[in-house]
């Protein structure tokens, strides 16, 4: 196991642009602590030395952005489409929900589940007549091009899918199955 010195500890943090407070408060441990170490006046315990260092690791690492992890374009629908318009693009692109946007912006969000439940309340052969309107949700949540990836996966916890805003514009969408597929 190789152990840095303090001065390479001093140089790396200084390279990652944290200050020792940073480090000492992502290392749950104090600046005076720190300080010392890095100057070489103490000898650290093996696991506050692996703390300092897995700070330093993560700083390392690029933050994944929504623009790098989104897919474009986003296929979406108006309030006064049809919704047989909705199911016909749902099913095309193999999707289980759609935003629906007007002017540009994000006004909700139409979902299979959302259609079953009208199909159920008004009968299908009413529901085929319907507007995008009568079946929507509440929409999607958005996010700038440039938010980390941690706020796109707290925001999928509670919601189907995430919408990249940018420039005023819907530039992309986020979804579970998007993050999913981080992995692989």
């Known amino acids: 196991m190789y152990i840095p010195t303090p001065a390479e500890l001093k140089a790396k943090?200084?390279?990652?642009?944290?200050?020792?407070?940073?480090?000492?408060?992502k290392a749950g441990i104090s600046q005076s602590m720190v300080a010392r170490i890095e100057s070489g006046t103490v000898d650290p315990?093996?696991?506050t030395l692996n703390k300092i260092i897995h700070v330093l690791k993560v700083a390392e690492r690029p933050t994944m952005t929504a623009r790098e992890v989104m897919h474009?374009?986003?296929h979406s629908v108006s309030p006064r489409d049809a919704i047989t318009t909705a199911v016909a693009i749902m099913e095309t692109e193999d999707v289980s929900q759609i935003p629906?946007?007007?002017?540009?912006?994000?006004?909700?969000?139409?979902?299979?589940?959302?259609?079953?439940?009208?199909?159920?309340?008004?009968g299908i052969a009413r529901a085929h007549t319907r507007k995008v309107?009568?079946?929507?949700?509440?929409?999607?949540?958005?996010?700038?091009?440039?938010v980390d990836i941690e706020?796109?996966?707290?925001?999928?916890?509670?919601?189907?899918?995430?919408?990249?805003?940018?420039?005023?514009?819907?530039?992309?969408?986020?979804?579970?199955?998007?993050?999913?597929?981080?992995?692989?």
Do not use: W, Y
């Open 100 to 122: 629906v946007i007007e002017n540009g912006i994000p006004v909700g969000c139409v979902s299979e589940s959302a259609i079953v439940n009208a199909i159920e309340q008004i």
């Open 151 to 184: 706020t796109v996966v707290h925001l999928l916890q509670q919601h189907h899918a995430v919408l990249v805003l940018g420039e005023g514009t819907v530039q992309g969408v986020i979804t579970k199955h998007d993050l999913i597929m981080l992995i692989v």
């Open 45 to 47: 315990r093996v696991s």
């Open 133 to 146: 309107k009568d079946f929507m949700e509440s929409g999607f949540p958005t996010v700038p091009p440039d």
């Open 13 to 25: 943090r200084i390279m990652l642009g944290l200050r020792q407070a940073d480090v000492a408060r």
């Open 72 to 74: 474009a374009p986003v």
